[in-house]
C-alpha cells in the first residue's frame, strides 16, 4: 500500500516535505519504531476518540505512552472515550486497519496533541501502512498541528 491518498494529497498539497523509512511489516507503533530503529518517543501516533454527543477528534501522542483519560477529559472538560475500532476502520478506509496517520487535517477532523511531541526536531508518523513511516521535520510536524490544542495528556508506559 505505501501512504495513505489523503495523506499525501495533504502533505503535497501543503509543501511538507518527507522521507519514505520503510520497515519490516509490524502491527503497531511501537513494532514500527523498532523494526524502523527510531525512538520511541519520535513517532507520533493517532488515537481516535468520541465524547458523548457523538463528536470525534484525533488524539496525537508519542507511540511509547498512553493516554491519561483523566487528564484529557479534565483539560477538554469533556467525556471523552476510544472509538470502537469497526467506525475507526470506516474513517480510514485508505488505511490498513491500525495504521493511522497522525494527521488530523488531512481527514477533516479536530485534534489534540500531546506537548511531548512539540520540540522534536524530526517526527515519525505512520504513513496508511504497517511497512512505512514518513519522516518529517518537527516545524512542519508543528505547522501540520498549529490549530490543535496541545498539552499534556499522556504518560509513558514501559515496554
Known amino acids: 500500500m505505501s501512504i495513505s491518498t489523503r495523506l499525501d494529497s495533504y502533505l503535497t498539497s501543503n509543501n511538507i516535505q ?52 483523566s487528564a ?38 479536530s485534534a489534540i496533541c500531546d506537548e511531548l511531541l512539540d520540540n522534536l526536531e524530526m517526527v515519525y508518523i505512520e504513513a496508511g501502512d504497517h511497512e512505512n513511516l514518513l519522516r518529517i521535520k518537527g516545524s512542519d510536524f508543528q505547522a501540520m498541528l498549529a490549530n490543535s490544542k496541545h498539552v499534556r495528556f499522556s504518560r509513558e508506559v514501559f515496554h
Open 18 to 69: 518527507y522521507t519514505m523509512v520503510n520497515h519490516s511489516h509490524s502491527n503497531n507503533s511501537i513494532g514500527s519504531a523498532l523494526t524502523a530503529s527510531v525512538p520511541l518517543n519520535q513517532i507520533a501516533k493517532a488515537v481516535i476518540l468520541q465524547d458523548h454527543e457523538d463528536r470525534k477528534m484525533m488524539a496525537i501522542l508519542p507511540a511509547n505512552n498512553k493516554i491519561s483519560f
Open 72 to 109: 484529557l477529559n479534565e483539560e477538554l472538560l469533556g467525556s471523552y472515550h476510544l472509538i470502537n475500532e469497526s467506525e475507526v476502520y470506516q474513517m480510514f478506509t485508505d488505511c490498513e486497519h491500525g495504521a493511522i496517520p497522525p494527521v488530523a487535517a488531512a481527514y477533516n477532523m
